[in-house]
């Protein structure tokens, strides 16, 4: 018998890394980097307005100016701003070619048509410079991330359509017992619901890997055997519930061992669960 703590440590050094693969970003939610990302781009990619107002130069703060034109995001100027000019903006746009300041629009006043004045002591710059964020070939995302929505938003930012991925892991999961039934069956004398194995599936799933559930094996030999076999082929990793204790009916040790798996412990100190099996064959793994 061994402790918990052992028992992951032999399990972890006897992982290995997937096959890389490129994904589509829609796809790419919970997925692994299997590549660092870099940025193609300057964010922002220009000098652009933190705020609705005016682009100006700060000289120009304690006279009227003249607005010259109107900026939208997405627009390019198309004025440069001179002296005792501005250029009305929105959050977002591009500032203009000798503006060197943003007034908010809640700081100015309009003192006749197209003329505004700013009515208050200071402003700040409010302009986001270009590559104020990130620059060109910036590291973004390091390999080993766990593709979460944030990180959707950066992949897209930095046009990685289509990142390089590790392989989902292909985990076979069994269930033995000739006393169980499925959910959806009404459970007859001595019997009850298989509840292990849904649970199974649905941690697989949560954890980011690819289960194939192969249903409710009957406490025989030759069919856990049978099993096995075909769900070692088919998978990564097998994952088997029940039939690891020292009832006449546990065969899953037995069999572990009768496909060659290397058994590398057998006994885990905790309860429940002390009979955990744990074996690797061919770089898969079962348990």
């Known amino acids: 018998m061994i402790s918990s703590e052992e028992a992951y440590d032999l399990v972890m050094k006897s992982a290995h890394v997937l096959e890389k693969e490129g994904v589509d970003i829609d796809h790419a939610l919970g997925r692994v980097l299997a590549e660092d990302i870099v940025s193609d781009i300057d964010m922002p990619p220009f000098n652009k307005s933190a705020m609705d107002g005016y682009a100006c130069r700060k000289a120009d703060l304690d ?14 100027p198309a004025k440069n701003v001179g002296e005792g000019e501005c250029t009305k903006i929105m959050t ?22 197209g003329k505004v004045r700013f009515v208050q002591e200071n402003t700040n ?10 620059s060109v070939d910036d590291l973004v995302l390091k390999e080993g991330t766990l593709i979460a929505p944030k990180h ?23 269930t ?21 194995g849904y649970q199974l599936v649905a941690q697989v799933k949560s954890a980011c890997g690819q289960p194939k559930y192969y249903g409710i094996v009957e406490d025989t030999e030759d069919a856990t055997y049978n099993t096995l076999v075909e769900a070692l082929i088919e998978n990564d990793v097998v994952l088997m519930t ?13 069999i572990m061992e009768r496909t060659n798996n290397e058994i590398l412990f057998d006994s885990v100190a905790v309860q429940p669960g002390r009979p955990t099996t744990f074996g690797v064959i061919y770089k898969k793994y079962c348990f």
Do not use: Q, W
């Not at 710059?125 to 990130?134: A, R």
């Not at 017992?177 to 001595?190: F, K, M, R």
């Open 63 to 76: 006279k009227e100016m003249t607005i010259i034109e109107v900026i939208a995001a997405g627009d390019t």
């Open 92 to 113: 977002g746009a591009p500032v203009p070619e000798g503006a060197d300041c943003v007034i908010m629009v809640e700081h100015t006043e309009l003192t006749d048509e």
């Open 125 to 134: 710059i409010n302009i986001c410079y270009t590559g104020e964020d990130v």
């Open 152 to 174: 959707i938003a950066i992949l897209a930012s930095v046009g990685a359509v289509k990142p390089i991925v590790f392989r989902k892991p292909k985990v076979g999961i069994i």
């Open 176 to 196: 033995t017992g000739s006393e169980l039934v499925e959910p959806y069956e009404t459970p007859g004398l001595s019997k009850i619901r298989n509840s292990n």
């Open 242 to 254: 029940g039939g690891v204790s020292m009832g006449d009916y546990d065969f899953v040790p037995k």
